[in-house]
């Protein structure tokens, strides 16, 4: 599929098949489109040509809405709600309102349960967007540079959380600048200037370029113009 963004080709031909159960990483310098891929995947990207589905169905169909979870880049939580307030709201538009308590555990938020989101910090706010996309128990999860704000022990927190996830069946597309994070993946995605730079593993990327850091494997691949 392609897409235009603003008149321009913001993505080009892109040929990918994201497997379930996994963690996929989406790796890529900034502006090369990974917010405008996840937004094709969420169905909320206009001018999408080609095809692009979802649990065997078009993105974007009303019945993947309870089952695709979607965390914007920019944290999006109601700043005159509380944590718990913001969790609850989504809880209850899905019927899961059981999810609520364990979100924000999740997000290692109980301490701050009762504070307005108006007095959190910045990677507070974006873990209470994770606590609300997690409340609904999706099957699919796509999370748009989650730990970008986050100290080290906290994304290694998470991290561990979006393995689970995995391993009880959730599939997720999580994208990120950092390249270490990509050693927590199962699958890459490598993407420069709207194209498709290469689906591989982390040790299939290694194999490749002969570098063991993956920073250097994706510089050296992008380098080799992605051959
Ligand atoms: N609202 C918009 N209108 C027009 N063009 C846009 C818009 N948002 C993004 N673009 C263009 O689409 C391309 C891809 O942007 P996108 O936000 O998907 O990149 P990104 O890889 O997510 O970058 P970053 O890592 O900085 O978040 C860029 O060239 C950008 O200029
Ligand atoms: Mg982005």
Redesign the pocket.
């Known amino acids: 599929m392609s897409v235009r963004?603003?008149?321009?080709p913001?993505?080009r031909d892109i040929g990918i098949d994201i497997p379930r159960g996994a963690i996929t990483g989406l790796l890529?310098?900034?502006?090369?489109?990974?917010?405008?891929?996840?937004?094709t995947i969420v169905g909320t990207q206009s001018h999408v040509s080609g095809q692009v589905d979802v649990l065997g169905r078009p993105a974007g169909s009303p019945e993947l809405r309870g089952l695709v979870g979607y965390v914007t880049?920019a944290a999006s939580v109601y700043e005159d709600l509380t944590v718990a307030q913001n969790v609850h709201y989504f809880a209850t538009i899905f019927g899961t309102k059981d999810a609520v308590s364990e979100s924000i555990a999740a997000v290692g938020l109980d301490d701050k349960a009762d504070a307005q989101a108006s007095d959190l910090s910045g990677g507070q706010r974006s873990r209470v967007s994770l606590a609300c996309a997690l409340v609904s128990r999706p099957q699919v999860l796509i999370l748009?540079?989650p730990t970008v704000g986050l100290d080290p022990v906290l994304r290694a927190d998470l991290w561990r959380r979006f393995r689970r996830l995995a391993d009880d069946g959730v599939t997720l597309l999580v994208?990120s600048?950092v390249m270490d994070e990509a050693e927590q993946c199962d699958n890459l995605i490598l993407?420069r200037e709207?194209g498709l730079v290469a689906e591989l593993t982390p040790d299939e990327l290694r194999a490749r370029t002969g570098h063991n850091n993956l920073e250097k494997a994706f510089l050296a691949l992008i380098e080799a113009g992605g051959q």
């Open positions: 963004r603003g008149g321009h913001a993505l890529g310098p900034s502006g090369c489109g990974k917010t405008t891929l996840l937004r880049q748009d540079e994208s600048h993407m709207g």
